[in-house]
């Protein structure tokens, strides 16, 4: 870069599966990428951002990003490539899935896609070539099912305090999110109380995490049990005269039947559970009590367990039985996503949807790629895929089946990548993709209240091109390109969900930057009541009838596995517990240099994150023979893994923890961590439980040849 040439400052939005949506200022040197800053003017953002984005320099100008299409020229998942055109890349691509549908039907063609971008255009569109030509649905279950469906029980909308309003607490409790490392921008809000104002942060978590350093009162728990701990807290709060009785008989269903279920959920009886000590439930169920001004923070972390839908509902049950609700600075936050409310009906191709096609669900992949005929729905098999944006060879749990089911010789798969990932070393085609700063798009912020357009800045290089184009080149190839929907620009799309949202254009947005579409007060509260009918908190869930963001579609067949969930906050032990032959639980923690499986291409990121570890406590490893550095085995029904092992005593024993998604081909078998996790679907709809996997460990053998590495 040259050092003298004028830096130019673009604004865009970070794209990444991140609650943060942060707005972002972008310096350009000779059209070329510098340093990344946090946008100072946006109240959410401040100024601040992760580490990883400042320097995307590293990403966007990687030697090895993916810059021409390329087609298998041997077998599946060798590594042998044939450049191609465009147009040749596409027509194949076309006739594979024609071919397909010709065979066994449109739904055998399984469009497959997840949030690598958040961009509304860019992400979404693939629904568009989905309904129009009737291919397989998509049940989006790997990420927010568990958290959104136990937060909608209990308040009955996507929304809560403004997250802004931390500063204005006097107690921040940060539960089951690592924030220091996956949404940075929560910690600029809880610092700034507890410098203004003395405010005091609490962390909950499974080991002592990054976040956990900044904690005033920190209180590490076996996974799955924050049920217990939440039930505990509200039990104290009963017996010590903390509960708001006004606040309860005017907002909740059943204050009454919650006080009496409480009476036998006592602090010993979820020490003995979650491993606290009774003096650390105490501890909390006071401070919680005492400080009206208390804001719940709850992440996604705790709810990636098989009871985590129930486990969210429980937490979320503190701030009703204190009234917290009702200060500012107080009550809980998970996600805004019910309030930007951007009609995405003609992006989406909405009008097309055919409720009688079958619904496949993201997590269950595996299954669903070997044929498993209870995940298949009673449809055909998959037999073609389009994949943008997602990783699933490396992020989906159960990985073993997955890479089966990519390997299979009567399936096409066509990836649309930046760069040659796990899965895309498994597919037939792969093309490449724009990065958010060489396209248009706009976001908006689950973590946060602002819509954020993200403009164009560079130019691409010669090569990859936009998701858009690609999904309107296959539907020009596919007969669909002049159904309604079709055919327009990003912008036109960006303008369109705009207008109708009466927040003007791309031209004015432009100029704007972003838009704030936090609610009011009373309503952010829920003062005016909560978004069920009759207005009410529930306590006492409907696992059934509640409408839900994540409620499966009725072609999914998955119709609720509700056996087991509690009817008032609860413990349930739909967890995989430990047994004689896996005397271990593991939680999959995120790295901090990574975000899921991206930035691993990254050569700071790698660098900082080391290698892949597994952290256990020095007891556990004492016992085992395991000093630090040893090479581990670590498995279970699903598969086993080599890990070094890392002694921390941050951690409960018999609680073991791997950070973050590496490379498959960075572990000594060519197989990721989630050769370990389930795919099974959790209660009540579906979502991956990664946290909660039960597993036995022992010293490594020797290491034997070196096995076929997949990237
Ligand atoms: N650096 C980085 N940032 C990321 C990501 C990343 O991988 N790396 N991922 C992005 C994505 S896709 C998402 S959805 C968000 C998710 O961000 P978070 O809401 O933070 O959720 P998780 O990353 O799943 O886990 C958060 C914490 O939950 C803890 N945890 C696990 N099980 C339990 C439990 O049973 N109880 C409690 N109390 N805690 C538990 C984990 O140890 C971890 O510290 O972050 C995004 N940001
Ligand atoms: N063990 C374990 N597994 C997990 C988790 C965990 O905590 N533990 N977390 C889970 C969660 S919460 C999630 S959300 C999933 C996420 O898993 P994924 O959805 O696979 O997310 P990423 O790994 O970030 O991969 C996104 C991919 O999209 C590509 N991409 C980005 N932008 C674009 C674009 O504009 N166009 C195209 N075509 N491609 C693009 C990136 O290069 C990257 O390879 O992983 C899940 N897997
Ligand atoms: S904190 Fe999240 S949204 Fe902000 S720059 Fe980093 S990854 Fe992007
Ligand atoms: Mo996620």
Known sequence: MNQHAPIRIGHSACPHDCPSTCALDVEVVDGKIGRLHGAKENSYTAGVICAKV???????????????????????????????????ALDLIAEKFEAAEAKHGSESVWPYYYAGTMGLVQRDGIHR???????????????????????????GALTGVDPREMAKSDCVVIWGTNAVVTQVNVMTHAVRARKERGAKIVVIDVYDNATMKQADLALILKPGTDGALACAVMHVLFRDGFADRAYLEKYTDDPKGLEAHLVAKTPEWAASITGLSIAEIETLARLVGE?????????????????GAANMHAALSIPAVTGAWQYEGGGAFHSNSDIFK????????????????????????????????????????????????????????????????????????????????????????VIPATMFLEHDDIYRGG??????????????PEGPKT??????????????????????????????????????????????????????????????????????????????ATVSPNKPPKSIGLQGNWAGLPAFPD???????????????MATSPARSFLNSSFTEMPTSRKK??????????????????????????????????????????????????????????????????????SDAAAPYGGAAFHDTKVWLRPAPPAGPPATSLG
Not at 58 to 81: F, Q, S, T
Not at 362 to 385: E, W
Not at 493 to 521: A, C, N, P, V, Y
Request: charged letters at 25%; aromatic letters at 8%; a neutral charge.
């Open 129 to 155: 070539l989905r309904h129009a030509k009737k291919y397989s649905g998509f049940f989006d279950t790997i990420c927010t099912n568990l958290a959104w469906t136990g937060w909608v029980m209990g308040a």
């Open 467 to 544: 998701n858009h184009f690609v999904i309107e080149e296959l539907a020009k190839r596919l007969g669909v390109a002049g159904l309604p929907g079709f055919g327009l620009t990003e912008r036109q799309h960006i303008d369109k969900m705009l207008e109708k949202r009466g927040l003007g254009t791309f031209e004015t947005f432009s100029e704007e930057r972003w838009s704030d579409m936090q609610l009011d007060f009373e309503k952010a509260h829920f003062l005016s009541g909560f978004g069920h009918s009759g207005g009410k908190f529930r306590f006492k869930p409907d696992w059934i």
């Open 609 to 678: 994150e080391g290698r892949p570890e597994l952290m256990l406590h020095p007891d556990d490893a004492g016992a085992l023979g395991i000093t630090d550095g040893d090479r581990i085995e670590i498995g279970n029904e699903r598969g086993e893994v080599v890990l070094n092992a890392k002694l921390f005593d941050g951690v409960k024993r018999g609680v073991v923890i791997a950070e973050g998604i590496w490379p498959n081909g960075s572990h000594e078998r060519g197989e990721g961590i989630n050769v370990l996790t389930g």
């Open 291 to 307: 400080t009206k001004r208390t804001f719940f923070r709850l992440g996604y972390g705790f709810t990636r367990s098989r009871n």
């Open 571 to 585: 413990h349930v032990e739909l967890i995989e517990s430990a047994d004689p032959a896996h005397p271990f639980r």
């Open 447 to 460: 973590g946060q209240s602002h819509i954020v357009l993200g403009p164009k800045v560079v130019d691409a």
């Open 342 to 429: 951007l009609d995405k009906t003609e992006l989406e191709g909405r009008r097309f949807l055919d409720p009688k096609i079958r619904h496949l669900d993201q997590s269950r992949i595996g299954p669903i790629l070997t044929s498993d005929p209870s995940a298949l729905n009673g449809g055909p098999p998959v037999t073609a895929m389009l994949i943008q944006n997602t990783n699933p060879a490396n992020v989906a749990p159960e990985q073993r089946l997955v890479k089966q089911g990519f390997l299979r010789d009567d399936l096409f798969t066509a990836v649309h990548e930046h760069f040659m990932t796990d899965t895309a070393m498994l597919a037939d085609v």
């Open 54 to 88: 400042a320097r995307y320099a590293e990403r966007i100008h990687h030697p090895e990003r993916l810059l021409k299409p390329l087609v298998r020229a041997g077998a599946k998942g060798e590594g042998k490539w044939k450049e191609a055109s465009w147009d040749a």
